[in-house]
């Protein structure tokens, strides 16, 4: 009883933290729920372990990653996702057409790409940390997250060099 | 806008999603739970189905165990110092083929690639010819030809006779790598991981015959072909899929790891018995029934695998199975039946090694040949006057 306390209460406060960073990393929200849905599924499987974790987020965040990876949607991903885009009502009145530039470039970054920004700059973890998560070499980390941070410097404009500036 | 705004405003699409219930997480949990549980239960059963047969045969004599004691066991023989050496590439006519990874770049315009693979003397260590314009990864002998997956989108076809090279590129959107070549039922299968496909090859023609989708995941790595049908793992799964190449259908996925750190990347076949391995372990798969495949053996040789180190290659011959790995680099020798480890051989050290390089083993004839960063080396049942 007090291993599944533990597990729901960890599960309540993190899924909605971990759907939305999934969502972005895939920029699809229903197979960033469906991947973490599965990913604590698995944590649970193994709970006696992950619950000593120094960070089960991280555990069930990779795990999450890796199930959207490999669920044979990448095609599906774009597909979809353009369809949601067109059907979907105004939800940000006079910031819209920006929301759908950052979407439209953030869909063309790669989820490799995606990965790494929504780690450092979502997630708040360290280029060593988000190397340490995805197995990358920091040189690589760092040239990922400069070349998803050009490509969205042209749509977010002045504000986003405002935030690079509060950043530093 | 800045950055983080940004980013939160497409975040939100998530609070549009319910969460879903953690009773039916907990389930689900649970339910993988019972198969790993069920798993272990037939590893065990097998366990002890190898021990009865071990003690009858030891009772009735009946079985001769031909694992000698360390002192007569396996060992590096021969080595040789061969600059600019790359991936093993194959045995041919009793020459070993190597790739030379050393220059993996295109030509100006981009349509051939400067690589080469390297005709070694394996008495010699020495290149008696090369064939400009090969290269490439999982490299398959078969149908008259060296076939390679190389870097460049293409499939390469090297035709072993002639050493004339031809080159195949079937993706629709090409920029895609193909991987693990096998020979079955008349063509060439190969995977196309990121189209989630798995293509059949005309080994003449070189034309795509037919593309199967593989809904499991991403097909990849290597494959195999036993039991009369086509075997590809699925990446990141740690499952295999099964392709009946008579109706070009998938049969069945089998799950082969149950651990989300663990990738099925290699797929051994040894007389009647199918292998698959992944960074750590290597398991043997039923495959008697289809549908119902089931791991029923395995052996991990190391506790976790990373870009590091892990599982780098893997051979079946000479009445063992061999897989070599990185860090600390060694070569096992193990037994196919039990796959118990019969010997365990320490390679030499290796300094400044480049990052596509890995170790890979290949059996020719009645030697073992390793490659590592710069070096061929040659393992046999060592005597005791070369010890």
Known sequence: VAEERGFDEFYLVAFPRLHRQLTVMTMDAEQARDALQEAFARAW????????????????????????????????VAIVGNR??????????????????????????????????????????????????TGLPVGTVKSRLFRAREALAGVLGDGYAESLGAES | MNLHDALDQVARDAEALPVPAVADVRTRGEALRHRAHRRTALLTAAAVAVASVAAYAVASS????DIRPAEYGWGIVDKYDVPRFGLLAGNVDGALWVEDTHNRRMNADRTVPLCEVLVIDP????????????????????????????????????????????????????????????????????????????????????EVTDR??????????????????VWFNVLSE??????????????????????????????????DRLYSLTGTTIYEVDASRVGDEQVVKSTRLRDSADV??????????????????RNPDLVYRIDPETLK??????????????PQDSIDVLVADDAVWVRTEGQLMEIARQSKSTD
């Open chain 2, 123 to 206: 008495d010699t260590g020495a290149a008696t010819d090369s064939i400009p314009g090969a290269c490439g990864g999982w490299p398959l002998v078969a149908a008259g030809a060296l076939w390679m997956e190389p870097f460049f989108n293409r499939l390469v076809r090297v035709d072993l006779g002639t050493h004339e090279v031809r080159y195949l590129k079937p993706q629709r959107h090409g920029s895609n790598s193909l991987q693990g070549a096998v020979y079955a039922d008349g063509s060439i299968w190969v995977a196309s991981p990121y189209e989630h496909e798995v293509l059949r090859i005309d080994p003449d023609t070189l």
């Open chain 2, 341 to 354: 480890i019969t010997d365990t051989i320490p390679l030499p050290p290796v300094t400044d090694r480049a």
């Open chain 2, 212 to 229: 199967i989708l593989i809904t499991a995941g991403m097909p990849g790595k290597t494959a195999a072909y036993f039991d009369g049908s």
């Open chain 2, 62 to 65: 009946t079985i001769k165990h």
């Open chain 1, 84 to 133: 949601k885009l067109a059907g979907r009502d105004a939800p940000f009145d006079d910031q819209r057409d920006q929301v759908l530039d950052v979407r439209e470039a953030l869909r063309r970054l790669t989820p490799d790409h995606r990965r790494v920004l929504v780690l450092h700059e979502m997630c708040g973890l360290s280029v060593v940390e988000v190397a340490g998560e």
């Open chain 2, 238 to 271: 740690g499952q295999l899929v099964r392709i009946d190449p008579t109706t070009n259908k998938v049969e069945s996925v089998v799950d082969v790891s149950t651990d989300p750190d663990e990738d099925t990347s290699r797929l051994l076949v040894a007389g």
């Open chain 1, 45 to 76: 499987q193994r709970w006696g372990k992950v619950s000593r974790m120094d960070n089960p987020d991280a555990w069930v965040r990779t795990v999450a990653w890796r199930l959207c990876v490999s669920q044979h949607r990448r095609r599906m």
């Open chain 2, 308 to 325: 590091h180190g892990g599982i780098e290659g893997s051979a079946v011959g000479l009445g063992a199975i061999w897989v070599s790995t």
